[in-house]
Nanobody, 121 residues
Framework: QVQLVESGGGLVQPGGSLRLSCVAS????????MGWYHQAPGKQRELAAT???????NYADSVKGRFTISRDRAKATVYLQMNNVKPEDTAVYYC???????????????WGQGTQVTVSS
């Protein structure tokens, strides 16, 4: 059973920084694209940033220039460095990964349980 476990959330002041981590565990062949999504209260889950298996990145306009996504293949981990955070960044942040169970298999989208980020003074 593949699991994604996020960590690093918490309370941070406006203008501050936070680093989220998400590690994949369990039996899998390889990991394809990975990403971070955020969901504010009363709103739909939205993309924050993604990173492909080749390292190409994509960011939502709202976080571009402030957030950086990266991954460590050896550790099966994806990170989200959040700088110059704003109150509107307050949300639950979810990790997502495309998991391949074997060679030639189709990928399966797996979600983490989420970690709360609150930006407030």
């Amino acid at each position: 059973q593949v699991q994604l476990v996020e960590s690093g959330g918490g309370l941070v002041q406006p203008g501050g920084s936070l680093r989220l981590s998400c590690v994949a565990s369990g039996g899998f062949f390889r990991i394809g694209g990975m990403g971070w999504y955020h969901q504010a209260p009363g709103k739909q889950r939205e993309l924050a940033a993604t990173i492909s298996s080749g390292g190409s990145t994509n960011y939502a306009d709202s976080v571009k220039g402030r957030f950086t996504i990266s991954r460590d293949r050896a550790k099966a981990t994806v990170y989200l460095q959040m700088n110059n955070v704003k109150p509107e960044d307050t949300a639950v942040y979810y990790c997502n990964a495309d998991i391949y169970s074997g060679p030639g298999s189709a990928s399966r989208s797996v979600w983490g349980q989420g970690t709360q980020v609150t930006v407030s003074s």
